[in-house]
């Protein structure tokens, strides 16, 4: 098995799970259909072909949290272009400067080929919506050996400089990871419903998927150690 691990960073990202109508949700993270869907879009995978869907939406899928990011919401008004009447109102809601890094378990053939498609990608990616586009490359790395957990212990940290300030006294961070249980995990698991069965605009279809919460130790490359200062230190001085 190999491991394709991705950077989600964006100014706006919006991963919604169950969001209809006119208010439009987001989930905390992204979700498996969400990334699942960028990838089937680089590739070229038409929205009805379920049969080429089907090897990618049986990838096994994890995400760590490497900046959570500000929940936003956006109040949208709208007329009808030719008619001039008013359109329903409705909600959006965006994740804010929110950083992740997403990987996808399975063979490396597969895994290659949506590598190379993410370089040059036949349709664009985009995190969740097409209104917020990546500000980084998405492709990180192709890991040939260890799990999808491995993976994610591996990458290097990806938050930004000035969250990072934050943490400058600790060695390394402790990063939340979500990831699809093991067989053996089952009982402890939570169930989202983002595991895409078909994209097709007429009958879009989502089921239900196990994931577990742990975390990972990744190492501080902003890290500072001050010198130790002790006012007393003096007095000692003083009295030697």
């Not at 409705?90 to 378990?105: I, M, N, P, Q, T």
């Amino acid at each position: 098995m190999s491991v394709l691990t991705l950077r989600l960073a964006g100014p706006l990202q919006s991963w919604g799970a169950s969001a209809r109508f006119a208010r439009r949700t987001t989930e905390s993270v992204p979700t498996k259909s969400g990334v699942i869907g960028m990838l089937a879009a680089a590739a070229g995978i038409e929205r009805g072909d379920d049969d080429r869907l089907w090897p990618l939406a049986a990838l096994r899928f994890g995400v760590r949290i490497d900046q959570p990011g500000t929940r936003v919401r956006d109040f949208q008004t709208a007329h009808h272009g030719v008619t001039g009447k008013s359109m329903p109102l409705s909600e959006r809601f965006y994740l804010a400067d929110a950083v992740f890094v997403a990987a996808l378990e399975g063979d490396h053939p597969l895994l290659a080929e949506l590598h190379a498609a993410l370089r040059a990608p036949v349709y664009a990616p985009f995190l969740g919506r097409r209104s917020c586009p990546p500000s980084l490359p998405v492709e990180l790395h192709l890991h040939d050996h260890g799990g999808l957990q491995d993976a994610l212990r591996e990458e290097p940290w990806q938050a930004s400089p000035w969250y990072r300030k934050q943490f400058r006294g600790r060695d390394e961070v402790e990063l939340t990871v979500l990831r699809e249980a093991d067989a053996h995990e089952q009982n402890a698991a939570d169930t989202l419903r983002d595991q895409p069965l078909s994209f097709a605009a007429e009958h879009r279809r989502h089921t239900l998927r196990t994931q577990v919460t742990c975390s990972v130790p990744i190492p501080n490359p902003s890290a500072r150690h001050l010198p130790r200062h002790d006012p007393f230190d003096a007095l000692d001085e003083e009295s030697a």
